[in-house]
């Protein structure tokens, strides 16, 4: 299924809350990862058996929410192209719009 075009309305208006977001993700992906190794360092220095069964468990528990992100996912790319459609019936719309207006109807 081919995909609907971006329309310049929409990429300024709504689309731009997810780039917000995925440079704010990117900047700081950087200093949480060197802050986590540094945590989990010290974790490991004080406690290596209780930390190594805190990272067991979390891993067992995330195995069963990963459909359930993955479906969040699908969602999210619903909703991006029911977004799309609209602006892409907006724009036309106005196109239109202003066609009437340029023949004086």
Do not use: N
Request: contains cysteine.
């Amino acid at each position: 299924m081919p995909q609907p075009r971006v329309y310049f309305t929409q990429a300024v208006t709504s689309e731009i809350d997810w780039i917000c977001i995925a440079t704010e993700v990117i900047l700081q992906l950087g200093g949480d990862a060197l802050i986590g190794i540094l945590r989990l360092t010290i974790a490991f220095a004080l406690l290596a058996g209780m930390t190594a069964l805190v990272l067991i468990s979390g891993a067992l528990l995330a195995l069963p929410f990963r459909g359930r992100t993955q479906g969040i996912e699908k969602t999210r790319e619903a909703v991006s192209a029911s977004t799309k459609s609209l602006y892409a019936a907006t724009t036309e719309h106005l196109q239109s719009l202003k066609a009437a207006k340029t023949d004086g109807a």
